[in-house]
């Protein structure tokens, strides 16, 4: 009988694919832990992939650039299967683009799965001061200038309502 229920209880939970989309230090990677404490979830962060595939390849925000493309590349079959065998996935990967928003709208879609955009919505101050701090604390796999922040910024297109996707709106000022 306790085999039933957990079905039962599988099926009124559909898998879900979780994006953050949001600037540097904004907090994406604290939601997405919190996130990922649910039941049959599971966290994937782009920052723990790279530091350990290519930490000695990433010197600039081009090397992250080419080597995020990399990742991208190799994990996305990977999370659909995921999210195919009824598990929920929390990625932690920049949703701050519209090439990065396709790649994952893909992977939710061939994988038939509901998502939820996270939009973490931080002043940029807030962000640089945060970024500042844990550049300070070294707590991070990765450290960016106030340069390189700007510089990344400058890329983030915020999703329009024309993409479709289903958008919880995280505001902090």
Known sequence: MKSQNFRDAMKAKAPTLH???GMIAAGKSTLARRLATAPATLLLSEDDWLSRLYKDEIRSVADYVRCAARLRDAMGGHIEA???AR????LDFPANT????R???AI???AGAPHCLHVLDVPDAICKARLRLRNAEGTHDFAASDAEFDLITSHFVPPSP????TIL???ET
């Open 98 to 101: 519209l090439a990065n928003r």
């Open 82 to 84: 995921l999210l195919k």
């Open 169 to 171: 709106v995280h505001a």
């Open 19 to 21: 994006l953050m989309c």
């Open 162 to 165: 024309e993409e479709g996707f």
């Open 87 to 90: 598990l929920s996935v929390v």
């Open 103 to 105: 790649w994952m709208r």
């Open 108 to 110: 939710f879609e061939n």
